[in-house]
């Protein structure tokens, strides 16, 4: 019905950066909410960034002023560039969304595959 696709991640040494995409398809009327979490192993998954149902966005204190996230309502997509990158950045990067996928107000909610983030130090 919706499929969340996630790009971007990999490996970067400490003090670098990366840029994750994720970009919603199939039966989308409106993006509700649509944001990133990550996973350390051993930890629960967080919150990172995300953009909420009135439009605003919520950020983990550990990333506020290193990593920024960004969307394109006409595609559908939302990036998180992640600037300043520490060890403890390391983990998988979950995409996450809730949306409408019809005019009854239907809602479709879930999580992309993840997308593994290592950062070397």
């Known amino acids: 019905q919706v499929q969340l696709v996630e790009s971007g991640g990999g490996l970067a040494q400490a003090g670098g950066s990366l840029r994750l995409s994720c970009a919603a398809s199939g039966r989308i009327v409106k993006v509700n909410e649509m944001g990133w979490y990550r996973q350390a192993p051993g930890k629960q998954r967080e919150l990172v960034a995300s953009f909420t149902k009135d439009g605003s966005t919520d950020m983990a204190d550990s990333v506020k002023g290193r990593f920024t996230i960004s969307r394109v309502s006409a595609k559908n997509t939302v990036d998180l560039q992640m600037n300043s990158l520490k060890p403890e950045d390391t983990g998988v990067y979950f995409c996450?969304?809730?949306?409408?996928?019809?005019?009854?107000?239907?809602?479709?909610w879930g999580w992309g595959q993840g997308t593994q983030v290592t950062v070397s130090s």
């Open positions: 996450n969304a809730e949306i409408q996928t019809d005019w009854t107000g239907e809602t479709w």
